[in-house]
């Protein structure tokens, strides 16, 4: 069995203040990208194992498709640990950047495993969401409005296709920090309110922007620079995804996402990848995840 895990992108990521139990509230818009990973699942005899093509990708119980595993294995109502499969994931998502590889990894490899070992679909989400905040997303795929830790999910009107060019620097920011900066910058005692309303199927990318941009890009200036140039290439919106590091620009057409890229390649130094992709809709990434 293979199935595919796609990257998403945050068009718009508030911070809004702190919850109970410590996380940050946020208010954020997901979407689906075509870039994805690939995991190829196979039944073999003995302990589950998990093997990568990534070498700074872990490849033991501490990933979270070995997690997933683990977790399914459990509701399936089996003793013990997960055994008699094992995982070869191919990796095309950069890792620490922002784009939620490892959430998505761990959505697609529950969706496997629950139809491998038999547990209603339906339990999925509670899975998801004791395996991380991220991961109930991609479960959903398209264009989601994410509310309180990001996992109160609310699907909208996929916006239209568009071209993606995505500037990987070669630093990673871990979400521990970026949230450490932002309160350190901002302050949490004090919510914060976003613009206008909770945005419903309207929602515009004038209205959009990411809280942890300027905190992060103070500790990196690259990710300033580079969504300046983005936005000088001609993307109608540039902006860093999630807690970093990555920075993505929208284009209309495809042409004009691969001169940006062109054009940055050229410019920007200490890169790790320049990678030109599109949005996904819903029905696409359900579509397109056992392919």
């Given at each position: 069995?293979?199935?595919?895990?796609?990257?998403?992108?945050?068009?718009?990521?508030?911070?809004?203040?702190?919850?109970?139990?410590?996380?940050?509230?946020?208010?954020?818009?997901?979407?689906?990208?075509?870039?994805?990973?690939?995991?190829?699942?196979?039944?073999?005899?003995?302990?589950?194992?998990?093997?990568?093509?990534?070498?700074?990708?872990?490849?033991?119980?501490?990933?979270?498709?070995?997690?997933?595993?683990?977790?399914?294995?459990?509701?399936?109502?089996?003793?013990?640990?997960?055994?008699?499969?094992?995982?070869?994931?191919?990796?095309?998502?950069?890792?620490?950047?922002?784009?939620?590889?490892?959430?998505?990894?761990?959505?697609?490899?529950?969706?496997?495993?629950?139809r491998l070992w038999r547990v209603d679909a339906k339990r999925l989400p509670d899975i998801a969401a004791s395996l991380g905040?991220?991961?109930?997303?991609?479960?959903?795929?398209?264009?989601?409005?994410?509310?309180?830790?990001?996992?109160?999910?609310?699907p909208l009107i996929d916006r239209p296709k568009a071209w993606v060019t995505l500037v990987v620097p070669s630093f990673g920011?871990?979400?521990?920090?970026?949230?450490?900066?932002?309160?350190?910058?901002?302050?949490?005692?004090?919510?914060?309110?976003?613009?206008?309303?909770?945005?419903?199927?309207?929602?515009?990318?004038?209205?959009?922007?990411?809280?942890?941009?300027?905190a992060v890009a103070k500790r990196h200036p690259e990710i300033g620079r580079m969504v300046s140039a983005l936005r000088a290439?001609?993307?109608?919106?540039?902006?860093?995804?999630?807690?970093?590091?990555?920075?993505?620009?929208?284009?209309?057409?495809?042409?004009?996402?691969?001169?940006?890229?062109?054009?940055?390649?050229?410019?920007?130094?200490?890169?790790?990848?320049?990678?030109?992709?599109?949005?996904?809709?819903?029905?696409?990434?359900?579509?397109?995840?056992?392919?």
């Open positions: 069995m293979r199935v595919q895990a796609f990257a998403k992108i945050n068009l718009s990521l508030r911070v809004l203040g702190v919850l109970a139990d410590g996380y940050h509230e946020l208010r954020t818009i997901f979407q689906s990208i075509a870039l994805h990973d690939t995991l190829s699942i196979r039944r073999v005899r003995g302990p589950f194992w998990l093997v990568c093509d990534d070498v700074a990708c872990p490849a033991d119980s501490t990933n979270l498709v070995w997690r997933a595993a683990e977790a399914v294995w459990t509701a399936s109502g089996r003793p013990g640990s997960a055994r008699n499969v094992g995982v070869t994931l191919a990796k095309q998502i950069p890792i620490a950047a922002g784009l939620g590889g490892g959430s998505s990894d761990a959505a697609a490899a529950l969706r496997a495993f629950a905040a991220d991961v109930p997303y991609f479960l959903e795929g398209g264009t989601v409005l994410g509310l309180e830790r990001g996992d109160v999910l609310f920011i871990s979400t521990k920090d970026a949230y450490a900066w932002f309160d350190a910058d901002v302050g949490v005692e004090r919510p914060l309110q976003p613009n206008g309303s909770l945005p419903a199927q309207g929602f515009a990318l004038r209205e959009a922007r990411n809280d942890l941009e300027p290439a001609g993307a109608s919106y540039a902006a860093m995804t999630g807690s970093g590091s990555t920075v993505f620009g929208i284009f209309d057409r495809k042409p004009a996402a691969a001169r940006a890229a062109e054009s940055l390649a050229d410019r920007e130094r200490g890169l790790s990848s320049i990678i030109v992709t599109r949005t996904l809709t819903r029905a696409e990434c359900r579509r397109l995840a056992a392919k």
